[in-house]
């Protein structure tokens, strides 16, 4: 079964402690990934796997799913949002999308408006960004010194597994793009002028740190990654690629959740029979 074309593409979850290179090109994608000219087809009949699976799940309700997404500028964060999770039901989603802190967010702890965009049961949420730019831009950028980026490692995981076992299944996927990809990604901002407004002088800052944000989300991946709450790698330079890997790794993750349809209560089938 080892065979490159039955074998089913998988994204593996990085282990505690694994220190990834993250080099300038993005991971090969999973050994089985389908061709180039396959790919499209394949994500499609994920994304219908993924839409008949999310709406027992919401009819479910006996979990959350919060997907975190994570990567540098223009790593196709939006993108997956559009394209995988608009795949499904949107009235079972809530997509949180975070940015620099408001001065209110800022006057509480770091992690009080993480909490409260976490999905509800029966709900998938998207975070668009998270937590992580706590120990991510706040460390690369100086925002905080050490004495207070760096106990976050452990309070996230924390945090996470408080979310777990309460309900909430938890994955995190980190968009890996090359520095040569990105700035391809970035040029098409500044050339195209329906993209024009996605480009922001911080993201050329951001940028400039490249090395500093390859170390800082070493760290991330190899401190943060649990069994409650894993990371995955997904190679993104290829934006089909991306979008099957991630489709590919919810169907997994709801298929492994075997969602029901709830059974009618035998009460109300027996007050409802032979209405008119
Ligand atoms: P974007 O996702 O490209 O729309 O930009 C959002 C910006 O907000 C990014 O530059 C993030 O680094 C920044 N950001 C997100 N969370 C934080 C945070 N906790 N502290 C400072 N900056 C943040
Ligand atoms: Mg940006």
Request: aromatic share 8%; proline share 7%; charged share 30%.
């Amino acid at each position: 079964m080892s065979d490159r074309t039955t074998r089913t593409p998988r994204l593996v979850a990085v282990t505690a402690g694994q220190r990834l290179s993250l080099g300038e090109r993005s991971a090969a994608p999973p050994p089985g990934t389908p061709d180039r000219k396959d790919l499209e087809e394949a994500t499609r009949t994920l994304l219908k796997r993924f839409e008949t699976l999310q709406a027992a799940f919401y009819a479910d309700g006996r979990k959350a799913l919060l997907l975190v997404l994570q990567g540098r500028d223009a790593a196709g964060k939006d993108g997956t949002i559009r394209t995988v999770v608009g795949a499904c039901n949107p009235m079972g989603v809530r997509i949180a999308a975070f940015g620099p802190p408001s001065t209110h967010e800022l006057s509480h702890d770091y992690l009080w408006r993480v909490h409260q965009a976490m999905p509800p049961r029966g709900m998938i949420g998207v975070f668009n960004r998270s937590h992580y730019e706590d120990v991510l831009v706040v460390r690369v950028r100086g925002l905080a010194p050490e004495a207070v980026w760096k106990p976050r490692f452990r309070q996230i995981v924390e945090f996470e597994r408080m979310l777990a076992e309460n309900g909430t299944v938890i994955v995190k996927c980190f968009l890996h793009i090359s520095r040569d990809e990105q700035r391809q990604r970035l040029q098409e901002r500044l050339d195209d002028p329906g993209k024009n407004w996605k480009f922001r002088l911080g993201d050329l800052e951001d940028r400039a740190h490249w090395d500093d944000y390859t170390g800082a989300y070493r760290d991330v991946l190899s401190k943060t990654s649990t069994i409650h709450a894993p990371w995955f790698v997904v190679p993104s330079d290829d934006k089909r690629v991306r979008n099957f890997l991630i489709a590919q790794l919810l169907v997994e993750t709801i298929e492994g959740l075997d969602p029901q349809y709830p059974r009618m209560d035998p009460a109300v089938a027996k007050a409802a029979r032979g209405f008119s």
